[in-house]
């Protein structure tokens, strides 16, 4: 399995929102609403942040949202703010019982 | 609230077997939750290795299947990961995780984290 294709970074100003991506095929994203989407800070460990395409978990901001429409799966973060700056990666369950994530995106808040 | 925490040995020689444990505190292993093992190389993203159920049902990447065996120990409240061969490119930091429901491939509690070096 590869792993699902996200843009290596993305950038915003305070205030602002911001989309990014992840593609995979029909193996994963396009035939399974199982997409998750996690933050990561430097040296921590991965928050998730969306799961099932588009619901967040109890305590995560509504300013994150998740969606799909066939390929790809899409993560909007919108009135960025400092603290939204880490690494967000995507994920999937596929075909073969197994999960595969994204390359990741380095999101910087300008 | 779950807690989860990684122990093993920081550094591995090559060739040798990585092992490492997470044991869980907070809920149980026999829960209706799958258990994880994600490992990220210094600098780079995350790779989803294998999960065990609390029946002892495994799933592995097809990439790491043939060196990876996942176990559980329901006694002690733990799960297990060894890797066989391993090589300089099998450095990294190597989390625990719990699914958020069975099944969902998402991953809502995680361990802090254990850097495993393969060095001689």
């Known amino acids: 399995q590869s792993a699902l294709t996200q843009p290596a970074s993305v950038s915003g100003s305070p205030g602002q929102s911001i989309t990014i991506s992840c593609t995979g095929t029909?193996?994963?994203?396009?035939?399974?609403?199982?997409v998750s989407w996690y933050q990561q800070h430097p040296g921590k460990a991965p928050k998730l942040i969306i799961y099932d395409v588009s619901n967040r978990p109890s305590g995560v901001s509504n300013r994150f949202s998740g969606s799909k429409s066939g390929n790809p799966a899409s993560l909007t973060i919108s009135g960025l703010q400092a603290e939204d700056e880490a690494d967000y990666y995507c994920s999937s369950y596929t075909s073969s019982s197994t999960v595969v994530f994204g390359g990741g995106t380095k999101l910087t808040v300008l | 609230q779950v807690q989860l925490q990684e122990s093993g040995p920081g550094l591995v020689k090559p060739s040798g077997t990585l092992s490492l444990t997470c044991a869980v505190s907070?809920?149980?292993?026999?829960?209706?939750?799958?258990w994880s093992w994600v490992r990220q190389p210094p600098g780079k993203g995350l790779e989803w290795i294998g999960e065990i159920y609390h029946s002892g049902d495994t799933n592995y990447s097809p990439s790491l299947k043939s060196r990876v065996t996942i176990s559980v120990d329901k006694s002690k409240n733990q799960f297990s990961l060894k890797m066989s061969s391993v090589t300089a490119a099998d450095t990294a930091v190597y989390y625990c995780?719990?699914?958020?429901?069975?099944?969902?491939?998402?991953?809502?509690?995680w361990g802090q984290g254990t850097l495993v070096t393969v060095s001689s």
């Open positions: 029909s193996s994963d994203v396009v035939d399974y609403n199982s």
């Open positions: 995780a719990r699914d958020y429901y069975y099944g969902s491939g998402s991953y809502d509690f």
């Open positions: 907070g809920g149980s292993i026999s829960s209706s939750n799958w």
